[in-house]
């Protein structure tokens, strides 16, 4: 392998600025974003509450429009896809995480797990299956028949989990992954993730405030006040530390 | 998709259940309400269909509707018969004596006065009996409402008297005729026999009853009867409709009914609405996610369609089922006999359903289509 060989980062973010209202009511959340995401690993996106992480990734994720800069996904830069291009875009190359894991109520584990496949057009038992498999994977074989009411929230967040896994995306954005979960069963999801999650041809994305779990991380961004103040390899953060 | 908003749907029971039922009594409401309007209304012209052999009928100027009749002369039924193009034309009475059984039960009657030759106007339904047994002098023929009225809890069987007018006469037939407006006995008796049965009007032909010629049409011989004598004449359809047009717009009955259909309505829409909107803003966290993980507008859309037209067409199908019975039990009843659930009542009912159903899933599919998918992470 050629060592000057530089891959393309997977989430290549520049100058990205964001605002909300007009006026004096004009915020300003995102300054000139500088951020990027490398294959293969998962960078984290810490920072205060309200320092722009969510409106990062959410612009990132092409479920909001940048006010300036640009953002290429695996090369395409999302802001010129059609609305209908890039949701399909979406379907097709992310995979997302929610805090409040944001199940289905009615839905089974394995058809919560589905949901992305369905989205797709895959018919309904064969998404369910490749759903189940992936469930057995992550140690729910025995909870996948359960509606969401009957499971732990660390086994929810599984679930969640593998919802954002099944269709094989490209990118995979956690948003606070660990934030409702106690440190033991937040260390074990962390763990899942990071062994089912992490691949060559996959970045991961993982918004936290939970520093319990930096270690799982290969890049950390700091960020503060709508911009990315420093960006970090976790081991140099943990020797910092201890 | 389609299996994961039925799920959504059908996930909260108590919802669920809330708009199915909201749109079944809704439903049943409206089926009700019409089909009980629609066959009153219709009641008061049966007597006129009643007379299937006849396909005009003449009467005074001044007569509007069957029940109210301002008596003919003698000589018009001639005049009548002098027209171009008339095959026949027989006179008939209606009266409206009181009738007393030997065990002293009485009450107002309809008595239709027949041609004595013809019997044109005998009712052809029968029971018990034979119509033209009303050839024997002093005979009658009840309907079976009417006998169960006068004789009620007795066998029905032929033979049973009646004073009518100081005149004794005996039941030869019990028939099946459409009840009437009101709910007074129809009594079937040969002109010569019914004149007596009234009080002592010189003139008492209500109506000439005519059958058009071959290639002649009714509304033709309303025509030329007109010209000719100056007479009301109408086809047995426009006087049925007339009888229903008087009672429109002279009575409170359509005003009351229209109040229970516009609550029903009104019930229907606001209950079904709220309840499938509230569902929705319920669930805008799971829309949400739907749509960040790549479901389009387009397909939400139809999730919601989806959801709104299952609870309708369930809704719809048990208020019809409702209604369905409802109308077999009453139909069964002296009183409400002839009464059904009309299907234009049910196909209007059906329209009134889609309207609802639209206009909640319109509310619902508003609320999904502005909603960012960032929210999601908020």
């Known amino acids: 392998m050629n060592p000057s060989f530089q891959p393309e980062p997977a989430v290549q973010c520049r100058a990205v600025r964001k605002h909300f209202g007009d006026g004096d009511a004009r915020i300003e959340v995102l300054r000139g974003v500088e951020f990027s995401a490398a294959l293969g690993g998962m960078t984290f996106l810490v920072g205060p509450s309200g320092c722009g992480k969510t409106t990062l990734i959410s612009v990132i994720a092409g479920l909001l429009d940048a006010s300036g800069g640009e953002v290429h996904l695996f090369g395409e830069n999302i802001a010129q896809l059609p609305s209908a291009e890039r949701i399909n875009f979406r379907r097709k190359n992310l995979g997302f995480v929610f805090q409040q894991y944001n199940l289905l109520p009615a839905l089974t584990a394995a058809e919560n797990a589905a949901v992305p496949l369905l989205a797709a057009g895959v018919q309904r038992r064969e998404a369910v299956d490749r759903a189940r498999a992936l469930l057995v994977k992550l140690g729910l074989e025995k909870r996948a028949d359960a509606l969401p009411s009957k499971l732990s929230g660390g086994q929810q967040q599984r679930v969640a989990l593998a919802r954002a896994l099944v269709h094989e995306p490209r990118l995979i954005v956690c948003d606070e992954p660990t934030a409702a979960l106690d440190h033991q069963t937040g260390e074990a999801v962390m763990e899942l993730l990071a062994a089912s999650a992490v691949h060559p041809d996959r970045a991961v994305i993982v918004v936290t405030h939970d520093n319990r779990v930096f270690h799982f991380a290969e890049t950390i961004a700091h960020m503060d006040d709508g911009q990315i103040i420093k960006i970090e390899s976790a081991a140099a953060v943990l020797a910092a530390r201890f | ?378």
């Open chain 2, 1 to 378: 998709m389609n299996f994961v908003a039925l799920r959504m749907l059908t996930g909260d029971r108590a919802k669920y259940l809330g708009l199915v039922f909201a749109i079944a009594f809704s439903t049943f409401l409206l089926e009700n309400q019409t089909s009980i309007f629609a066959g009153i209304m219709g009641r008061t012209g049966n007597q006129i269909t009643d007379v299937s052999e006849a396909e005009v009928w003449v009467m005074d100027p001044q007569t509007v509707y069957f029940e109210e009749t301002k008596a003919l002369k003698d000589t018009d039924l001639n005049r009548v018969r002098g027209v171009s193009g008339v095959q026949w034309a027989v006179r008939l009475l209606k009266g409206g004596p009181v009738a007393r059984t030997p065990a002293g039960k009485f009450s107002q009657c309809v008595v239709l006065g027949l041609d004595d030759a013809t019997l044109v106007g005998a009712p052809r339904k029968m029971i018990l009996g034979d119509w033209q047994r009303l050839r024997e002098p002093d005979s009658v023929v009840i309907d079976k409402a009417g006998y169960f009225l006068l004789f009620p809890g007795e066998p029905l069987e032929i033979g049973r008297t009646l004073e009518l007018n100081d005149h004794l006469v005996r039941i030869v037939g019990i028939s099946d005729a459409k009840p009437g407006f009101v709910s007074f006995p129809i009594l079937h008796a040969r002109y010569s026999s019914a004149v007596n049965f009234q009080g002592r009007e010189r003139s008492q032909m209500s109506f000439v009853v005519v059958r058009p010629q071959a290639g002649v049409t009714p509304e033709e011989l309303c025509q030329r009867i007109t010209a000719k004598t100056g007479l009301r004449a109408r086809t047995s359809h426009d006087f049925r409709w007339d009888c229903i047009r008087y009672y429109l717009a002279n009575t409170g009955i359509p005003v009351n009914f229209g109040i229970t259909i516009a609550i029903a309505l009104i019930v229907g829409t606001v209950v079904a609405g709220q309840t499938f909107y509230l569902f929705t803003v319920e669930n805008l966290k799971q829309f949400g996610a739907l749509k960040a993980i790549g479901v389009t507008n387009g397909r939400l859309m139809g999730m919601i369609l989806l959801q709104a037209f299952t609870v309708g067409a369930i809704g719809y199908s048990l208020g019809t089922g409702m209604a369905a019975a409802f109308f077999e039990v009453t139909g069964q009843q002296t009183a409400t006999r002839g009464l059904i659930l009309m299907w234009e009542s049910a196909a209007l009912t059906g329209a009134c359903i889609f309207f609802v159903v639209i206009v909640a899933s319109l509310l619902s599919i508003r609320r999904v289509l502005v909603l960012e998918p960032a929210a999601v992470f908020r």
